[in-house]
């Protein structure tokens, strides 16, 4: 339940990726009525379809990133610093944390809205007086850092973020496998030294110590379970978000590289698989989830079964 630190950024994550996966069948939607010869409408669909639909996706995908880079640090802390991590990661600091990212990720993205108002325009091939999406002049001389700010220095942040801390994560957790291991054999093996004059110690003794392995046994497959599922994630979310963080690289170091520029045809291919992968992104989770943990399986079918 919620009492576990380690469930509550990965409830956060899951209703994230299910308010990505929701605002992306709305843009699908918006994407039928831009490209479709529909009748002239009272608002402007291109404008209907980035505020209420590619916007908001991409708002729910950087929580989604920013919740995993914290899911990882926060695994990555609980192998290097096992007897500090309860104290620094409690329930209570965890749910403010994210729900701190999350609504740290939705304040800085809003100045999308704020610089955005609707207004009045007359088109004279449809001989029609509709509202449009207006940018603020204001809005337009900080244009170029808010872009380069959220959409290129935050995600890269975000990207290697993740990718270190699930690199300190493997190797820490190997490491440490490794010295339980040697650890409960050699005590195995003094225990077997000292009790070889006493039979009946003896076995008293190899009771207590097959007792006390099976215990560390369990709790290094459990930590590995959980560890393993964290490590999936991570990997699906760092292969699904490289072409859209390699897309801001070269946008920003190509200038030709955009939507209407020299290659604007490569760009809207290599943008489209982005959104994809993005999008692959926010389902899998589900898939690790239901796969890799026993509890998360076992509560699903209940539910289920009750409906």
């Known amino acids: 339940g919620l009492s576990d630190s380690v469930n509550i950024p990965l409830l956060g994550l899951a209703s994230s990726d299910l308010c990505s996966d929701v605002t992306m069948l709305w843009t699908t939607v918006c994407t039928i009525l831009v490209s479709a010869d529909v009748p002239p409408l009272l608002f402007d669909p291109l404008g209907l379809y980035v505020l209420t639909g590619v916007v908001p996706r991409i708002i729910f995908n950087r929580a989604s990133c920013w919740l995993t880079a914290l899911i990882s640090l926060q695994r990555c802390l609980c192998v290097t610093l096992p007897f500090r991590v309860k104290d620094v990661f409690t329930p209570r600091r965890t749910l403010s944390l994210t729900l701190g990212t999350i609504a740290l990720t939705f304040s800085i993205h809003m100045?999308?809205?704020?610089?955005?108002?609707?207004?009045?325009?007359?088109?004279?091939?449809?001989?029609?007086?509709?509202?449009?999406?207006?940018?603020?002049?204001?809005?337009?001389?900080?244009?170029a850092f808010r872009l380069i700010f959220l959409f290129m220095f935050l995600p890269l942040v975000n990207f290697f973020t993740i990718i270190v801390c699930s690199a300190l994560l493997v190797y820490s957790l190997t490491l440490s496998t490794v010295w339980r291991k040697s650890n409960a054999t050699s005590r195995k093996t003094q225990t077997h030294s000292s009790t070889a004059a006493n039979d009946g110690e003896s076995r008293t003794a190899d009771m207590m110590t097959d007792a006390?392995?099976?215990?560390?046994?369990?709790?290094?497959?459990?930590?590995?379970?959980?560890?393993?599922?964290?490590?999936?994630?991570?990997?699906?979310?760092?292969?699904?978000?490289?072409?859209?963080?390699?897309?801001?690289?070269?946008?920003?170091?190509?200038?030709?590289?955009?939507?209407?520029?020299?290659?604007?045809?490569?760009?809207?291919?290599?943008?489209?698989?982005?959104?994809?992968?993005?999008?692959?992104?926010?389902?899998?989770?589900?898939?690790?989830?239901?796969?890799?943990?026993?509890?998360?399986?076992?509560?699903?079918?209940g539910l289920v079964s009750r409906s």
């Open 212 to 301: 006390r392995s099976q215990t560390q046994n369990k709790n290094v497959t459990k930590e590995t379970r959980l560890t393993r599922m964290i490590t999936a994630m991570t990997v699906v979310a760092v292969v699904c978000n490289t072409p859209s963080n390699v897309l801001l690289v070269a946008s920003s170091l190509a200038p030709g590289f955009t939507e209407v520029g020299e290659y604007s045809a490569l760009f809207r291919t290599i943008y489209s698989f982005a959104v994809l992968l993005e999008t692959v992104n926010a389902t899998a989770t589900f898939f690790v989830y239901f796969s890799m943990s026993s509890r998360f399986k076992v509560e699903f079918w």
């Open 111 to 143: 100045t999308i809205y704020i610089s955005r108002y609707f207004s009045l325009s007359f088109e004279p091939k449809l001989n029609l007086t509709h509202y449009v999406i207006t940018v603020a002049e204001e809005a337009l001389e900080l244009s």
